[in-house]
Structure formats: C-alpha cells, structure tokens
C-alpha cells in the first residue's frame, strides 16, 4: 500500500517564523505536490516536483518554496509566516504518468 | 485558466435517499478522478474515468464522464450514513498537474 507520510497532523507557528513541513512517501514515485486546502476553495496547488533538485510553481506560490534533496522526500517551506497562512496543508504523490495521487493525513497548521 | 465547477457545493440528507454530484468545465480533460476525503484524513482516490460516455460503478456510486470529457457526475444510490464526507472532483490537463473541484460537503443524516 502507497504511503505518504506528513510529519506533523497540527502545527501552531507565530507570524514571522520560518516552518518547514516535512513530506516522505514510500512507493518510489517521481511526482510530489503540495497543496493548501481551504472551505469552499477545494485543493490549491503551490509547488510539485518531478524530479529530485526538480520545482515547478502552482497556482499559488507566493510565500512559499520548497526543497526535494531526496526522491523520497518534498519538503515545504514557509520564509516568514503569515496569519493568511493558516490552513491544512497536503502531500501527495503520484507515479510518472501523473495520476492516481496519492494524499498524505495532511498538516492543519495555524499562524499567530 | 482551467477551472472545474461543483455542485453542490453541500448536501444534506436522509439516509436511504438519491444525489448526485456535477462537476463540469468549459476544457477538456484527458481523464478525470473522484476522491473522498474524511475529517482528518486526506482524500482517497474513489475512481479515474478515462474514456469520453465512460460509466464507472463501484457499489452504490455511479461515476460518468461526459461525451465531450468537460464534464462528470457521480450518483449515489440509497445513500448510507457511511458516505458522509467531502468529495472532490479533478481533471489531469495533461500538463502535469490536477486541476481540483471546490468539493461537495455531503451530509447522510440516519
């Protein structure tokens, strides 16, 4: 069975601190997305990789970057967080020819 | 831009009843996924339809891409209390991204 791991279900961060949310799936796939999910908006993609080293921007990058060191690993970085950052943050995966994603629990995180 | 239009956008109803769920767009897709989501759980993959007037079942869930593949619909059958949940549409554009649906809170009240 796919597994995508989020390291935290609940984060709570001040405004202005740099957060960094940690994304691992097991299945060996090339693809990983980030996406925010917000009430009456669905899944917002900000950044998906391809490829280790590899980024391409979403729909919704600003405030955000990321970092795939490891084919295993996508990683989410917020440079100084902001209270309209607050939201549940999704990883997912998916094998080269782009579909099925593949979700993780998610990360709820909140900005004060 | 692409977008992907559902509706509704909640529903609330008795167990034992019959919805269904649109998703439609002005573009064309390559293939389009029906995920369910729990609270506190991310979305699970339901069903991928592929092929222009395909009809997918699974149980009591009946998905359909439209002829033109811009549009699909998942009907529910005698609706149980287990099918409360959030449900998401989205296509693959083929440009290396899923273009997501608002979702449709569903509520089957017993």
């Known amino acids: 069975d796919v597994k995508v791991t989020q390291s935290s279900r609940y984060l709570v961060k001040r405004t202005g601190e740099k957060v960094f949310l940690e994304c691992v799936q097991d299945?060996?796939?090339?693809?990983m997305f980030w996406y925010r999910q917000d009430p009456g908006l669905g899944l917002r993609l900000i950044y998906f990789?391809?490829?280790?080293?590899?980024?391409e921007k979403g729909d919704i990058p600003e405030g955000y970057s990321v970092s795939r060191e490891k084919k295993e690993r996508f990683s989410l970085i917020l440079e100084s967080a902001s209270t309209n950052q607050t939201s549940m943050y999704l990883c997912?995966?998916?094998?080269?020819?782009?579909?099925?994603?593949?979700f993780g629990d998610g990360t709820r995180l909140s900005i004060l | 831009t692409q977008l992907l239009e559902q509706s509704p956008q909640f529903l609330s109803i008795q167990e034992g009843e019959n919805l269904t769920v649109y998703c439609n767009s002005s573009?064309?897709?390559?293939?389009l996924q029906w995920y369910r989501q729990e609270p506190g759980e991310g979305p699970v993959l339901l069903v991928t339809?592929?092929?222009?007037?395909e009809v997918k079942k699974l149980k009591r869930l009946t998905f359909q891409f439209g002829d033109a593949r811009k549009d699909s619909s998942l009907h529910i059958t005698a609706a149980q209390t287990g099918d409360t949940g959030l449900y998401l549409c989205?296509?693959?554009?083929?440009?290396?991204?899923?273009?997501f649906g608002q979702g449709t809170e569903l509520s089957v009240k017993p």
């Open positions: 990789s391809y490829d280790v080293k590899m980024k």
């Open positions: 573009s064309v897709f390559s293939s």
């Open positions: 299945m060996d796939h090339e693809n």
């Open positions: 997912a995966s998916s094998p080269l020819d782009r579909w099925p994603q593949h």
């Open positions: 989205a296509g693959d554009n083929q440009g290396g991204k899923l273009i």
């Open positions: 339809v592929v092929t222009g007037g």
